[in-house]
Every structure is written in C-alpha cells, then in structure tokens.
C-alpha cells in the first residue's frame, strides 16, 4: 500500500467575546490578581455566553482554517471535532459539517480531554497516510466555563472558552515528523468532570440511574507532577522518532495548562525561553482548544514561518498525554 504525507496547511480560531478579568474573578472567590498570576500565569480568559455555542465557535475558526488552505467546504473528506463539552453529549461534529456546508464530510467527535488536539492530529494523520482521505479538518473546541465551580477557587481561576482549528491535507512531503501517545487510568481521580447517578425506580424492583455531570475537580499538585514529569518524555520519544534533537526545534508548543508547567518543560528540555509559545495569560486553560489556537496566533503573527519545527504536546484527564512532531507549511 501506498503511503502518504501530511502537512498542515491552514489555521484558525474563534473565542468568545465575554472577557472575565483576575481583578472582576475576586468578586465570586477570595483571590487577588497576584495570587492568579503568581501561581498560573493567567491574566484573563474569555468565556462563552448563554447565547454562544461550541458548534458556533469552533465553525468560525473552522471557516478561518478552511480560507488559509484555500479550498472549499466540500473538498473536505473528514471532520474530526475534539471536545469534552459538545453541545449535544451524542456529539457536535455534525452541527458543525452542516454548519460549514461540507457534504461530502464524515464527522465524528473525539474525547481525550486536554489532550485532545495531538490525539486527533495523530487520528488524522492516519486516514490522510493510507490514502483513505485527503483533505482533513481537526478542531479543538471547548466550553469549560459550562462545568466549572465558580465558588472553587482552585479551579475556577484557571479554565476558559474557546476553539482552534487546522486542515490537514495530502503531501508529497510528510511534515509529521515523530508523535508518543500514552494513557494511564490508574491517575484519572487526578482530574475528573464526572456523572453523579440517583436512582429513579421504574416499575416492580427495576430501577435506573439519572443523575448530572459534576463540576470539575482536580488534584492541582498531582497534575503539576504529571505534566512536568511525563510531558519531556513523551516530547523525548516523539523526537527519537523523528530522528531529530531538542536543539533542532524551532518552537515548543505545550497546552495552555499553567505558565509553571510551560517553563519547567522548557528548563528541563533546554529550550530556551524564546522557543516558547504561550499565550495563557490571555485566554486560561482552553483545554483541546489550546494548542490550535496558540499556533493559530503564531502563524497570522508570522512568529511561525514556513518549514519552522514544532513540538507540540498536550496533557490532561484520563490521564492521558502525548507529543507531535511537526513542520508547518505545504
């Protein structure tokens, strides 16, 4: 069988225009804008009103994506939406093909939480490699601020709204260059949003569980551990498996978790601070969405030019966490 390359050939994102403060966040809990920024590096974030929607947002960076390739909607073969807050728990993706008038696209969603952009770039990659399909369009897109505990100040003050998209299309020259995926369940009480089941009796002795999601709960410092522990690994072996070194990356691309996390990767790989794209102060913890809209904001910046090497590596619930290797440009 006759493999194929990937390359990355537009970007794009959207996010809400609702902008929530550190200085307005100490209304709801006891905290201080030094305390936000001293421990996380996050400034503000923006948040999704009760008019927005996840397929809206993730549609519009979606369209910007689809511009920077410049090809149309139905030219696209496959729709992957990566999310852990659809608007619809039978999922989202769909909203969003008919949303884009992309008829000829199959589309699913995928759920790896904060990991869920290199997941799906892996994902993807596959079914462009084989030659199932060529042209691919991979969204990151999530709503936290619909299951955050605005009165925990633990987490509250770390999660925003917002999504990133990239399309990814069939190349002579493969620009994915090396990726690691790892998951470990063992860790998964470390960050959960998960169902609260009551039972609700039916008829005779038969009964079923209806209940509601849980605002988001996380062990901070466990988590801190993790990423900083797991997160130069993976990024290690995905560069092994592209045959290239550390000091051969041009730009280190983590999620958006947690400015700590970002500079203790960075020390612990040597790479220099200057490789390093961060833009949480900004926007908070987009979870799937991070990723793709940091690399959105460098690329229209013209901080990543064509051929630059990226390592990019996302973390989070599952756990899970994994890196990629990549090349920008056709």
Known sequence: MQNFGVAITGSGSAVPTNSLSNEVLTQLVETSDEWIATRTGIRSRRLASANDSLQAIATQAAWQAIAMAKIAPTDIDLIILATSTPDDL????CQIQAALGATQAVAFDMTAACSGFVFGLVTAAQYIRTGVYQNVLLIGA???????DWKDRRTCVLFGDGAGAVVMQTSNRDRLLGFEL?????????LNLTYQPQSQPLVNDISVAQGNYQPITMNGKEVYRFAVQRVPEVIDKALFRANLKADQIDWLLLHQANQRILDAVAERMHIPQHKVISNLARYGNTSAASIPIALDEAIRAKKIKDGDIIAA???????????????WGR
């Open 142 to 148: 999530d709503i936290l601020s619909r299951w955050v």
């Open 182 to 190: 790892k998951s470990d369940g063992t860790q998964n009480q470390c």
């Open 313 to 327: 590596s996302g973390f989070g619930a599952g756990l899970t966490w994994g890196a990629a290797i990549f090349s």
């Open 90 to 93: 039978f999922g989202s993706a």
